[in-house]
């Protein structure tokens, strides 16, 4: 080989190594999608370290609710993103493949009823005839509905709107609505001028339970299973510092085995089963065509078995 030749063959050698450095680099970029609760790994979200930890290049975009989310999922813009189980539910039964990899809560106090001062409301009784408002397909928009129906209810007795968070805030602050089903902020916002009626953990114990999970499109869950370990892994990290106990959220702990058994219950336990209480009640309601036989196959614990700090 001459010369020149030998450029030529360098030269080719180089272009190839820096179209596959730029492809790698361009595989580590990732959109994950958040809301606006007040999760402890949001400080993650602040400083970088979900960044730096995972390695990829995040474009980290803040969405009104889980519907939203999956809107962006399902358009390709997304391809990460916290989520409640009813938004989740609706989605995969029209089609949408993700799968959750980390749990993030359970039916708890942060998503709840607030009635507002002066609406006459009381208690449970009083719901008849009020205006109530939840987020179209949140989890809290199925614990209302579902709530109402507990109480022998239809949305013929109580009126629901579905409209987003900010405008619940409005209407509430306005006097048009009686009373809304939220999280934060909305939550704080409403306590101003009225009271918790139930939370999340209410309803659930009435026999609607939800959680909220961070999930993914099911090819980026496939080709990136690491990106998925070290983000379940800063995410353990900033629970174990809010509740001051390391050991109490370790890949080791009660806790963490407690949610990769969730996410890993198949279709009649866990995750699965919830997913599918809530999609058969949601096509009760008219929110969805079908029920899907298997929710199990949309739950994946691989990350939060394998985590580590």
Request: hydrophobic share 45%.
């Amino acid at each position: 080989m001459n010369f020149r030749n030998l450029l030529a063959a360098i030269a080719v050698g180089v272009g190839t190594l820096a179209t596959a450095i730029a492809a790698e680099a361009a595989d580590k970029k990732v959109v994950v999608g958040y809301q606006t609760d007040a999760l402890p790994s949001s400080v993650a979200i602040a400083n970088g370290e979900f960044a730096k930890k995972t390695g990829y290049d995040i474009d980290f975009r803040r969405f009104n609710s889980g519907a939203e989310i999956f809107a962006a999922i399902a358009s390709g813009d997304v391809q990460v993103g916290y989520v409640g189980s009813s938004p989740f539910a609706a989605a995969v039964s029209r089609g949408l493949e993700v799968k959750a990899f980390y749990l993030a809560s359970i039916s708890g106090i942060d998503e709840a009823l607030v009635v507002r001062n002066g609406s006459g409301i009381e208690s449970l009784n009083d719901l008849k005839g009020k205006k109530l408002a939840a987020a179209p397909v949140s989890t809290d928009h199925y614990q209302l509905l579902a709530l109402i129906k507990s109480l022998d209810l239809t949305e013929k007795d109580v009126q629901v709107f579905a409209i987003p968070q900010p405008e619940i805030v409005a209407s509430y602050n306005r006097g048009d609505i009686d009373g809304g089903f939220v999280w934060d902020p909305a939550l704080t916002e409403l306590k101003k001028n009225g009271k918790v009626l139930v939370t999340s953990k209410d309803v659930a114990d009435k026999g609607a339970p939800t959680f909220s999970a961070w999930v993914a499109t099911s090819k980026f869950a496939t080709d990136n299973p690491e990106f998925l370990r070290g983000f379940a892994s800063v995410i353990n990290k900033y629970y174990a510092s809010f509740a001051s106990d390391k050991a109490a959220w370790g890949p080791d702990s009660d806790n963490a085995k407690s949610l990769a058994k969730l996410l890993g219950g198949g279709e009649k336990a866990g995750a699965g089963k919830i997913l599918k209480d809530t999609a058969s009640f949601l096509k009760e309601q008219g929110k969805v065509s079908d029920v899907l036989a298997n929710y199990g196959a949309f739950v994946t614990a691989d990350a939060l078995t394998s985590v580590s700090n």
